[in-house]
């Protein structure tokens, strides 16, 4: 039974607190709340290579640079595993609080990809994870490498499953729309080629690289600061040294994967490509290279005719097409349905690309550096490296809009508006309060995540200034392994 005080303060401050529909309130609070769990998430993707290189070498050469590596970033990987646990269960209680219509279309595609990311990869991750923090001298040599492998193995799946699902947002296919008891509902008719859609491999190898690109520069980072601390430190400095190789590859191959990816959203979203180049009329497209508001006006609403641009005529039509300069895109104001909202989509791929360039240019410095020797004494390149070691996180985070805040109004692509996946019961009112709760809690959480990375990080400055650069203790009482 309601409290009638609660009554009576609700009906009041409701017309104060009711500021936000409830498709807006809930759309703020799944993007507010992906933003900070897809770090989490893709610090557990990108780290878990690492985790298997450090491991296999310690295994391989028992030398203490890379004992100090494994113990340093398994401690970095189990806080992100837990907090990427806490900040994402709840959304998947969103799917029914907040989009309850997009749940009862959709269950039946969605439902089993979420479910077997749970059992399949989650405690497939959690498991080896333990054996890995605490089985160092109760597991043998073989089976803790082993085990490495099999987190990241966890980890991969873990994405492999999420993405299906969204991917299948962005192209479904596999299916069919029968009426079950009055509704519409999506019904599952092909499960490869749902799970397998046309989506699904371009999405997981540039989000799975994406990944790897931001923990190579919080590795790079941090090591560029211990070296700087430390110039002696052959820990940090082999850390560095594998880092810089790997940023390089990576971010090279991103461009490369980003721009065969682009024309298949241009083939298959044309809406979500035209946003990205604010693109209204029909015709041949350029490319902005460089784009500057102007006024207040040009942020929020990007036109060709109120930034300042530089642009190379033609070339997004060249890109769209795969080679054709004047061919036809189609500009927003010829689509049947709304235009998702354009500056977020405009601004946020050009950060993500302006920053992609960035990171090709750190690897290149890096590399060069390191094939001409002096990598550890550049000044220049490790405050560089340190500045930069959060922006891959930035550029990962605006890619993700561009995917998601790109497709609207779509929240399955042709098939359900967002408008009509959201709950029918849920008011302005208790979206917009449960928005405010998710914003302060996700804060707080965040927060207590870079709390515990600092105090990882100071323990690792403690042991430089004393010198040490190996511990000999064991990483948790135990038994021999032969035991």
């Given at each position: 039974?309601?409290?009638?005080?609660?009554?009576?303060?609700?009906?009041?401050?409701?017309?104060?607190?009711?500021?936000?529909?409830?498709?807006?309130?809930?759309?703020?609070?799944?993007?507010w709340a992906i933003t900070i769990h897809i770090?989490?998430?893709?610090?557990?993707?990108?780290?878990?290579?690492?985790?298997?290189?450090?491991?296999?070498?310690?295994?391989?050469?028992?030398?203490?640079?890379?004992?100090?590596?494994?113990?340093?970033?398994?401690?970095?990987?189990?806080?992100?595993?837990?907090?990427?646990?806490?900040?994402?269960?709840?959304?998947?209680?969103?799917?029914?609080?907040?989009?309850?219509?997009?749940?009862?279309?959709?269950?039946?595609?969605?439902?089993?990809?979420?479910?077997?990311?749970?059992?399949?990869?989650?405690?497939l991750e959690a498991v080896f994870l333990g054996?890995?923090?605490?089985?160092?001298?109760?597991?043998?040599?073989?089976?803790?490498?082993?085990?490495?492998?099999?987190?990241?193995?966890?980890?991969?799946?873990?994405?492999?499953?999420?993405?299906?699902?969204?991917?299948?947002?962005?192209?479904?296919?596999?299916?069919?729309?029968?009426?079950?008891?009055?509704?519409?509902?999506?019904?599952?008719?092909?499960?490869?080629?749902?799970?397998?859609?046309?989506?699904?491999?371009?999405?997981?190898?540039?989000?799975?690289?994406?990944?790897?690109?931001?923990?190579?520069?919080?590795?790079?980072?941090?090591?560029?600061?211990?070296?700087?601390?430390?110039?002696?430190?052959?820990?940090?400095?082999?850390?560095?040294?594998?880092?810089?190789?790997?940023?390089?590859?990576?971010?090279?191959?991103?461009?490369?994967?980003?721009?065969?990816?682009?024309?298949?959203?241009?083939?298959t979203q044309p809406h979500k490509f035209a946003?990205?180049?604010?693109?209204?009329?029909?015709?041949?497209?350029?490319?902005?290279?460089?784009?500057?508001?102007?006024?207040?006006?040009?942020?929020?609403?990007?036109?060709?005719?109120?930034?300042?641009?530089?642009?190379?005529?033609?070339?997004?039509?060249?890109?769209?097409?795969?080679?054709?300069?004047?061919?036809?895109?189609?500009?927003?104001?010829?689509?049947?349905?709304?235009?998702?909202?354009?500056?977020?989509?405009?601004?946020?791929?050009?950060?993500?690309?302006?920053?992609?360039?960035?990171?090709?240019?750190?690897?290149?410095?890096?590399?060069?550096?390191?094939?001409?020797?002096?990598?550890?004494?550049?000044?220049?390149?490790?405050?560089?490296?340190?500045?930069?070691?959060?922006?891959?996180?930035?550029?990962?985070?605006?890619?993700?809009?561009?995917?998601?805040?790109?497709?609207?109004?779509?929240?399955?692509?042709?098939?359900?508006?967002?408008?009509?996946?959201?709950?029918?019961?849920?008011?302005?009112?208790?979206?917009?309060?449960?928005?405010?709760?998710?914003?302060?809690?996700?804060?707080?959480?965040?927060?207590?995540?870079?709390?515990?990375?600092?105090?990882?990080?100071?323990?690792?400055?403690?042991?430089?200034?004393?010198?040490?650069?190996?511990?000999?203790?064991?990483?948790?009482?135990?038994?021999?392994?032969?035991?």
């Amino acid at each position: 039974m309601t409290d009638p005080t609660v009554t009576t303060v609700m009906t009041e401050l409701g017309p104060w607190l009711a500021f936000l529909t409830p498709e807006l309130a809930s759309r703020i609070q799944f993007g507010w709340a992906i933003t900070i769990h897809i770090i989490f998430a893709a610090l557990s993707v990108g780290l878990a290579p690492f985790l298997v290189y450090f491991t296999v070498q310690e295994v391989r050469t028992g030398k203490e640079r890379y004992v100090r590596l494994r113990k340093f970033w398994t401690k970095i990987f189990a806080v992100g595993f837990i907090m990427g646990t806490v900040t994402g269960i709840p959304m998947g209680f969103m799917f029914g609080t907040n989009f309850g219509a997009f749940s009862t279309v959709a269950g039946e595609l969605i439902g089993g990809p979420l479910s077997f990311e749970a059992k399949m990869a989650f405690f497939l991750e959690a498991v080896f994870l333990g054996i890995l923090l605490f089985g160092r001298d109760r597991v043998s040599d073989w089976f803790y490498a082993l085990s490495s492998v099999m987190v990241a193995l966890g980890a991969w799946l873990s994405a492999f499953w999420i993405l299906v699902v969204n991917s299948w947002m962005q192209t479904p296919r596999g299916y069919e729309i029968v009426m079950e008891d009055g509704v519409q509902i999506a019904q599952l008719t092909d499960p490869l080629a749902a799970f397998f859609n046309p989506r699904f491999p371009w999405m997981y190898v540039h989000m799975q690289n994406a990944a790897i690109i931001s923990v190579t520069l919080l590795i790079v980072g941090i090591a560029a600061y211990f070296v700087w601390k430390n110039r002696d430190s052959d820990v940090w400095k082999t850390a560095l040294r594998v880092g810089v190789v790997v940023l390089l590859l990576t971010s090279m191959f991103q461009a490369i994967h980003g721009d065969m990816y682009g024309r298949h959203v241009a083939e298959t979203q044309p809406h979500k490509f035209a946003a990205m180049e604010a693109h209204y009329e029909t015709g041949s497209a350029d490319l902005h290279v460089v784009a500057i508001p102007t006024d207040l006006e040009s942020i929020t609403d990007p036109r060709a005719d109120n930034l300042y641009t530089i642009s190379i005529p033609h070339f997004a039509s060249f890109l769209a097409s795969g080679g054709d300069p004047n061919a036809e895109v189609t500009g927003l104001n010829d689509f049947e349905y709304d235009s998702p909202p354009v500056a977020w989509v405009f601004w946020s791929f050009r950060i993500m690309v302006g920053l992609g360039f960035w990171f090709i240019a750190l690897g290149a410095w890096g590399t060069y550096r390191l094939w001409k020797g002096g990598l550890a004494d550049d000044e220049r390149l490790l405050k560089a490296l340190m500045v930069s070691s959060p922006l891959g996180f930035v550029a990962l985070i605006t890619g993700w809009y561009v995917a998601e805040i790109g497709r609207q109004p779509w929240i399955i692509q042709d098939v359900l508006k967002t408008s009509d996946g959201v709950s029918p019961p849920v008011t302005g009112t208790e979206a917009t309060l449960t928005l405010v709760a998710f914003v302060v809690g996700y804060i707080l959480l965040f927060s207590v995540f870079l709390y515990v990375l600092k105090r990882i990080i100071d323990e690792e400055a403690q042991r430089h200034e004393v010198g040490i650069e190996e511990d000999d203790r064991p990483d948790s009482p135990g038994v021999p392994a032969d035991d």
